[in-house]
């Protein structure tokens, strides 16, 4: 069965640090891979994804994440963490039955602090 | 564009009840989905449609209706409202096969769902 495993419920970390929200996945199969931010009262926006190709994805806000396919891991990193980084952020896969179907991870929480 | 809408943003119902939360997008998106949202749960995905005229269902179908008979149309009934299908329900939209089929969905805003 697939599956995404985010295991840490929550991530803190100092502003201008640098920051990174572990993933895991279980696919069968090509993996693709997703990640996406929610804000508070908001629905989720994409960040970024991996197909196929160069192991490091450049996504939006200064995002990027990490696929490591001997490790089963595509982990999200920033640079320099800002306040306005703070939410709820999403790794997800896609299930191999096609038709787009999306199978989340339960979800880390990142908090930024000044 | 508007992209994803969702009605109504807020919705308390009577165990039993029956409702329509409503989703459209303006983007001509072959995919839609339904999803909710439980805590610590993640999105389970509930239905999902390839295009109109074609529905399938998700992880959680039970309890739940939809149909899809335009492109930018995607309702989701519940049927007999019961307390466990309080959540967050999330309608999202995306490109289909013709565009590759590995497109990233767009979501609405949610609707907030309380059933006593």
């Known amino acids: 069965a697939q599956s995404v495993a985010q295991p840490e419920d929550q991530v803190n970390v100092a502003e201008g640090n640098p920051l990174t929200v572990k993933c895991t996945y279980s696919?069968?199969?090509?993996?693709?891979l997703f990640w996406y931010v929610q804000y508070p009262n908001r629905g989720l926006q994409f960040l970024l994804k991996?197909?196929?190709?160069?192991?490091l994805v450049k996504g939006s806000y200064g995002f990027e994440a990490e696929f490591n396919k001997s490790q089963t891991s595509f982990h999200l990193k920033k640079p320099s963490a800002l306040v306005s980084d703070s939410a709820l952020y999403f790794c997800?896969?896609?299930?191999?039955?096609?038709?787009?179907?999306?199978?989340f991870g339960a979800g880390t929480r990142l908090a930024v602090h000044p | 564009n508007a992209g994803v809408t969702q009605t109504p943003k807020f919705q308390v119902l009577k165990t039993g009840q029956s409702m329509t939360l409503q989703c459209a997008q303006d983007m001509n998106h072959e995919y839609m989905s339904w999803y909710r949202q439980d805590p610590g749960m993640g999105l389970r995905l509930i239905h999902y449609?390839?295009?109109?005229?074609?529905?399938d269902q998700g992880e959680v179908p039970n309890g739940y209706n939809v149909s899809r008979s335009t492109t930018e149309d995607f309702p989701l009934r519940l049927l007999s409202a019961a307390p466990s299908q309080t959540s967050v329900y999330f309608c999202?939209?995306?490109?289909?096969?013709?565009?590759?089929?590995?497109?990233?969905?767009?979501f609405g805003p949610g609707t907030r769902l309380t059933v006593l």
């Open positions: 997800a896969v896609r299930d191999s039955g096609g038709y787009n179907k999306l199978i």
């Open positions: 696919v069968s199969g090509n993996p693709y």
């Open positions: 991996y197909i196929t190709g160069d192991n």
């Open positions: 999202a939209s995306s490109y289909g096969r013709t565009s590759g089929g590995y497109n990233e969905q767009f």
């Open positions: 449609s390839v295009g109109a005229g074609i529905t």
